[in-house]
């Protein structure tokens, strides 16, 4: 199971974290790149607005392909199988990286376009399908730890980004095209190692009919002498089902015995894009300045909050089957209000005092804690535990939708929030990490050691009443 996560992992949502990260370190060279492609190509130059535009549709494209990818995950998922589609996906992120390798020999900056927006497709659907794997081959005891190991290979991917990214590795300018180009590490990782282990048992027996396939992986998995628990397990669901067939994303929308389920992952997947973790990031260098850290050492400070998240990510897999997922959430989100106030309150009076700065610095890794030890992983758990199987992968492109549409919202409006409201932007994400906690205090019931059907029973009182 270790192994499978390790497998699935890999080529999923550390291609995720890592593409996100490893954009931040070659701006300047990306630039200038541009810059002379242009001179060169129309013998004048480039307008520094049209550059600005440029950098921007290179960086935000990202978010468009995995809207896409998101979109087309989990009908990829059904039918190609959870396995297979995480397979195929890594073709996509060869392409890509292969664009971004050209772009700079060849001199067009349209392959370096392209090729972001494909690596955004293949991020897309490794998010939404990693999830499913995992959740469907964990028993029940263990099915929240293994499905963190989507967060912990998400902010492993953006750690490991930042390291290769320093200027003393891929980020200095000789090496750019090849840092963009490196994502095609974690895909063939995955091509070789992914194929030795079997498809998802549930996809087997419920989806595919496949009993004695199903068997087989059932004892991959869990062993011979356990493996009998979960098969009845699974063949419980299937016969729940009745022979219905995966359902549509829009067919979630008119069915009330997923209305509050959908709402959840709805509320949840927004609360965590806009919960203000980008705007922390956005703060940090300037908080790092103010403390007096030197611009040329502040790539090395930021590498602290990706080892801060990764650092909760797998605190939180150990915890999660132990204390909950209710307890991490709203503890999470909480802790992420209080130090909302504190980081507003530090920075309204930054200059006044020297140690002022310290307690700014102190927040932003508190406040980056707080969000990996529940908010940044439970919530992708979540929606492979809430939906049974007809209704998981519809779930997850919805889910998915939402999440990179929050993103891309959020990557627009928030230059002129923070212009506009300046620190005190972190009340209104302060109003939202207490509201999204209430929500799960008043609605979300515990689904830890719980079989899908049982929380589907959960989740009937709250859509068709107590009686």
Not at 339 to 356: G, P
Request: charged share 15%; aromatic share 14%; glycine share 10%.
């Amino acid at each position: 199971l270790f192994l499978a996560v390790c497998a699935v992992g890999i080529g999923g949502t550390f291609q995720y974290g890592y593409n996100v990260s490893i954009i931040n370190a070659p701006t300047q060279h990306i630039h200038r790149f541009l810059n002379e492609t242009w001179t060169s190509r129309y013998h004048k130059e480039l307008d520094p607005d049209l550059l600005t535009f440029l950098w921007s549709v290179i960086a935000s494209i990202f978010s468009l392909g995995g809207l896409c990818g998101a979109l087309v995950g989990g009908s990829m998922a059904i039918r190609l199988g959870r396995k297979g589609a995480l397979l195929v996906n890594n073709m996509i992120a060869i392409v890509a990286s292969i664009l971004m390798g050209i772009s700079f020999p060849t001199g067009w900056f349209e392959l370096l376009i392209a090729g972001r927006f494909l690596i955004g497709i293949n991020s897309g659907i490794g998010i939404c399908v990693q999830p499913l794997y995992l959740g469907e081959v964990a028993p029940k005891h263990l099915r929240g730890g293994m499905a963190m190991g989507t967060s912990i290979f998400l902010t492993g991917g953006i750690l490991t980004g930042q390291i290769i990214g320093l200027r003393e590795l891929l980020g200095g300018e000789t090496y750019w095209p090849l840092l963009l180009s490196s994502s095609c590490f974690p895909a063939f990782t995955q091509l070789l190692f992914l194929p030795w282990f079997p498809e998802s048992p549930r996809y087997l027996l419920i989806d595919r009919g496949d009993e004695l396939n199903c068997a087989k992986a059932l004892k991959r998995f869990h062993g011979s002498r356990e493996f009998q628990r979960e098969m009845e397990d699974i063949q419980q669901e299937r016969f729940a089902l009745a022979g219905e067939k995966p359902k549509k994303p829009w067919q979630l929308f008119t069915d009330p015995s997923v209305r509050w389920q959908l709402i959840t992952v709805v509320v949840m997947t927004m609360g965590q894009q806009l919960s203000g973790i980008n705007a922390i990031y956005f703060y940090a260098t300037y908080i790092f300045e103010q403390a007096g850290i030197s611009a040329e050492n502040i790539p090395y400070v930021t590498l602290g909050t990706g080892a801060c998240e990764c650092l909760t990510a797998l605190t939180c897999g150990l915890l999660i089957d132990y204390v909950g997922r209710r307890c991490l959430v709203i503890g999470g989100y909480l802790l992420m209000t209080l130090w909302s106030i504190v980081l507003t309150c530090s920075l309204t009076y930054q200059d006044l005092y020297s140690w002022v700065p310290y307690v700014s610095m102190t927040s932003i890794f508190a406040f980056i804690l707080s969000f990996g030890l529940g908010p940044g992983g439970i919530t992708n758990t979540l929606t492979a535990e809430l939906f049974i199987q007809s209704s998981r992968p519809a779930a997850y492109m919805i889910g998915g939708t939402i999440s990179w549409i929050s993103f891309f919202v959020i990557g627009m409006l928030f230059p002129f929030i923070v212009k506009g409201l300046r620190q005190y932007c972190f009340l209104v994400f302060l109003l939202e990490c207490a509201f999204v906690a209430a929500f799960i205090f008043l609605v979300i019931p515990e689904t830890k050691n719980k079989s899908f059907l049982e929380i589907k029973k959960e989740f009937h009182k709250l859509n068709f009443g107590r009686n």
